[in-house]
């Protein structure tokens, strides 16, 4: 029965075996307790060093010898809350784990939706979509050239709704000009920070932009004379992928800033 008690309250076999001696037979050295619990010496010694951690034993000393006394059993009644709360918090972790996994398998069995927008107008179309959810963070890599077309329309529409959302947004411009390979700013009433990063090999006209499940690529064209070509992709596992990816880019240039 008492033994049964000290495994509930987190006690092992030979835990219980040695506190539940050292509770009937009182103070023992640990030649006695090796004898009486038919332990080796050496598992003896790790196991009221095991009993003392956890408030359960001290080190007395009596005619000399150096013995271990049982703590009061009301002391268990600690352990019993701290295994209370550890199954408590074991179990609420358990069930969140075991709700994103439902979801992102949820996620993963349906079909990624596509929608193909076509000029200026799909553009912005495929820019408010990747706001559809607030909070958290933005990617959005373009060239450098890219804001000048749209630059009206994001100042006065886009911008102003995703700090409204709560949306941080990061940015990184790649360019092929002759100066410092990385630089960064931050713009605190935009929620923006941008890294420019030197590069001869992104496409000229091309964007992809990453929030929650969207991911949003552009073609630009010249989206005056509606060439220009957005694909919005809805896929959570997708979109975190790349978002992965861009944030890794992120975090290795911003160490090269001094």
């Known amino acids: 029965m008492l033994s049964d008690i000290l495994k ?29 619990t038919s332990t080796s010496r050496e598992n003896t010694y790790r196991i009221l060093d095991l009993l003392a951690q956890k408030g359960l034993v001290i080190e007395i000393t009596d ?6 006394s049982a703590e009061n059993p009301n002391k268990l009644s600690i352990l019993l809350d701290k295994r209370a709360n550890e199954i408590k ?50 990617y959005e890599i373009l060239d450098k050239k890219w804001d000048k077309y749209f630059k009206k329309w994001l100042d006065k529409i886009f911008i102003p709704t995703r700090v409204k959302m709560r949306i941080q947004k990061r940015v990184i411009i790649l360019h092929n000009e002759d100066v410092e390979n990385v630089s960064f700013k931050s713009d605190k009433n935009e929620l923006k920070e941008t890294m420019s990063i030197k590069s001869d090999n992104f496409p000229q006209g091309s964007g992809i932009i990453v ?14 004379e509606g060439n220009s070509i957005s694909i919005v992709l809805n896929h959570k596992i997708i979109s975190g992928a790349i978002e992965t990816i861009l944030d890794t880019l992120w975090n290795l240039n911003k160490k090269k800033i001094k």
């Open 8 to 36: 509930a309250c987190g006690l092992n076999e030979s835990e219980s075996d040695v506190y539940e001696t050292l509770l009937l037979h009182g103070p023992s050295t640990p030649a006695e307790l090796s004898k009486k």
């Open 63 to 68: 005619a000399n010898k150096l013995k271990y």
């Open 89 to 138: 918090e074991a179990t609420k972790v358990a069930k969140e784990i075991s709700s994103k996994i439902e979801k992102e398998l949820e996620s993963s069995k349906k079909s990624p939706h596509v929608d193909f927008l076509q000029g200026e107008e799909g553009i912005k179309a495929a820019y408010m979509s990747s706001i559809s959810k607030g909070g958290g963070i933005q």
């Open 211 to 224: 929030h929650d499940d969207k991911t949003v690529l552009i073609s630009k064209g010249q989206p005056n």
